[in-house]
């Protein structure tokens, strides 16, 4: 079994919610590392309750097949508890037990056990669930690795190399226990790739037109950072004879979100007060899935790439994140909240010549606040400096930052 190396953001944040009657929900795309968490924290219980009892389900292990409803479930469980000492359920991959919200709830209102659980789709915490256990349960989400973060598990120094390597195979934790060369992270990334699409999304949504989704979530990937519209896409598609309408689109992207493989961020105003109804972009949850199945290149790709690791560095911290455009119609790349605060943010690989600068700086200034505004390029020369009150900062020191 690989060492388990500790991502204290998450688990400090989950820390003071053990022992009390609330349902500890972990979200997050497959493969990101929740299990793992899971398993921290039921080593940190371990220690600090010596005498409690803990009871583990893993619904990716064959010894748990058989439980597959909502009463297995709670046979399971009663049969595993010890009465007269505190007992913790935790529960890996629990959207696969049918109508397992109505077991957590009576257990819950028992009060028999302190409640962990993980899932990987988005769906699980709407609808009848979020009705069901409403004020009963607290959401963790849980991201691929940071930048900081993979230097940590690949215990390697904050190098131009190491960055390149951010960027190229993206921050699944297992990886770690990979050589970071492309026939042989690529290829783990290509099946975890294949594991959300034939899992978490056709099977999981029931959808029908396999070909089309992967189509779509390749289109996705080569256009990140792009603004999208399902009608363009739709046309797009007719372009190279699939036959799908914008509804057909808007759904199978919803499916891709639900499993968590990409994020939607929406258009605003900089001020933050109006949402505009098109032109939504996508991001990828991790850079190597959207790699991997790419005829990918670094070098060409690399606006895209920075664009994604800024995005996900600002949800990694926290930020509620969107695309920004000002009454003249020029855009922000990120306008991004938190608590009153907000930050704006563009991405510019290179500040090469006259007209770049203006456009990404000129686009900033017409911003009249005094919200914190960057250029975040990956220009060794211009890094460090001030203009106007607009820092320009390199990609790697931007990923390092914790507060913005």
């Known amino acids: 079994m690989e060492a388990i190396i500790s991502r204290p953001a998450y688990t400090d944040a989950i820390i003071p919610f053990i022992g009390k009657n609330i349902i500890k929900v972990l979200t997050g795309q497959r493969r990101v590392g929740k299990s793992c968490i899971l398993r921290q924290l039921g080593d940190y219980i371990g220690k600090t309750r010596p005498k409690s009892n803990s009871i583990y389900i893993n619904k990716e292990f064959d010894e748990f097949m058989t439980i597959r409803t909502n009463t297995d479930l709670s046979e399971y469980v009663s049969a595993h508890i010890k009465p007269g000492v505190e007992n913790f359920l935790f529960i890996d991959e629990v959207q696969d037990i049918d109508g397992f919200e109505h077991a957590l709830r009576s257990l819950q209102a028992q009060g028999v056990c302190d409640i962990f659980i993980t899932g990987s789709n988005a769906t699980m915490l709407s609808g009848e669930l979020s ?135 929406r258009r605003i105003d900089v001020n933050g007060l109006q949402k505009f109804e098109i032109g939504d972009k996508y991001f990828f949850e991790d850079l190597g899935l959207r790699n991997c199945h790419l005829g990918f290149s670094l070098q060409n790709d690399i606006h895209k790439l920075m664009e994604n690791a800024i995005f996900l560095h600002l949800i990694q911290n926290k930020y509620e994140v969107f695309t920004g455009q000002n009454s003249s119609g020029r855009e922000v790349d990120f306008v991004a909240r938190k608590d009153d605060g907000m930050i704006y943010v563009q991405s510019c690989y290179l500040m090469a010549d006259e007209s770049t600068r203006n456009r990404e700086f000129g686009n900033l200034m017409a911003i009249k606040n005094n919200y914190p505004k960057y250029v975040v390029s990956l220009d060794d020369w211009k890094s460090g400096g001030n203009v106007s009150g607009i820092r320009i900062i390199h990609l790697r020191e931007f990923l390092e930052m914790g507060d913005l």
């Open 131 to 265: 009705t069901y256990l409403s004020g009963r349960y607290v959401e963790f989400h849980i991201h691929s690795l940071s930048y900081t973060e993979f230097l940590t598990f690949h215990k390697i120094p904050d190098t131009t190399e190491s960055l390149r390597n951010y960027l190229t195979f993206g921050g699944l934790p297992y990886l770690c226990n990979l050589p970071l060369q492309r026939d042989i992270a690529f290829e783990y990334l290509k099946n975890v790739y294949s594991t959300i699409i034939l899992k978490d999304v056709v099977k999981r949504e029931g959808i029908r037109n396999v070909d089309f989704l992967e189509t779509l979530a390749v289109y996705a990937a080569d256009n990140v950072g792009n603004l999208f519209s399902a009608n363009n896409i739709s046309r797009y598609l007719k372009s190279q004879r699939v036959n799908m309408s914008p509804l057909q689109v808007i759904n199978y992207l919803k499916a891709l979100q639900n499993a968590f493989l990409l994020h939607k961020v």
